[in-house]
């Protein structure tokens, strides 16, 4: 089984609606990320959390809202989805230690 | 000024050849540096991390890292066609990432 889980994989959505994406993990790892990735731009911070009672924003948080139910499990929300938010979102872990990323497969989000 | 940079490519190498990819950083006070794979739909894979100064193989990968210059490099030997993919670069600090670098290996 996959370490780390996203759920949808893909999601065709319309303008002005809430959407939730959600990451699961068992890697055991207090570490969690949500990254979104355009084409040509890289993978871009969304938001991050260092445990369950700690929530950061990234670069590009605006739009965008987290909530990290167990230290398995890190959702994230468009209240009012917008086009300009079409992209692919990736989850990701990592062990405090060693920094290093483990990702998810990713959720592919259309907003028409 | 972006937090890291890359060329973007496309780098073209002919199989079996060695293919070069760069990173620049912005942040001195970087201490993690990771080489990440990235097929074409698929998630990045973690290939290779670095935290001091000097070379580090891991097969026919090979990471560089020079902090007083701030820049990290990966080097793969014996390039292979299954090679071909978007390379990025990353620094733990402030998690950011490079845009990446495509690679074709030519057969």
């Known amino acids: 089984d996959a370490d780390v889980t996203q759920t949808p994989r893909n999601r065709i959505t319309k303008t002005g609606k809430r959407i939730m994406l959600e990451c699961s993990q068992t890697?055991?790892?207090?570490?969690m990320y949500w990254y979104r990735q355009d084409p040509g731009l890289g993978l871009q911070l969304i938001y991050y959390?260092?445990?369950?009672?700690?929530?950061n924003k990234g670069e590009i948080s605006d739009g965008y809202s987290v909530s990290r139910q167990a230290q398995a499990k890190f959702s994230l929300s468009l209240e009012s989805a917008i086009p300009n938010q079409t992209a692919l979102y990736f989850c990701?872990?990592?062990?405090?230690?060693?920094?290093?990323?483990?990702f998810g497969p990713g959720t592919r989000l259309t907003v028409l | 000024q972006k937090e890291v940079e890359q060329n973007s490519g496309p780098l073209s190498v002919p199989e079996g050849a060695i293919a070069s990819l760069n990173c620049t950083y912005s942040?001195?006070?970087?201490?993690?540096f990771f080489w990440y794979r990235q097929y074409s739909g698929k998630s990045p894979e973690l290939i290779m991390s670095?935290?001091?100064?000097g070379d580090k193989e891991d097969g026919r990968f090979t990471a560089q890292l020079n902090k007083a210059s701030q820049y990290v490099s990966l080097l793969i030997r014996d390039s292979q066609p299954s090679d071909s993919a978007t390379y990025l670069c990353?620094?733990?600090?402030?998690?950011?990432f490079g845009t990446g670098t495509s690679l074709t290996v030519i057969p």
């Open positions: 990701a872990t990592s062990d405090p230690a060693y920094n290093e990323q483990f």
């Open positions: 942040d001195r006070g970087s201490q993690s």
């Open positions: 990353a620094v733990s600090n402030q998690f950011y």
């Open positions: 959390s260092f445990d369950v009672k700690d929530i």
């Open positions: 670095i935290y001091s100064n």
């Open positions: 890697k055991g790892h207090d570490r």
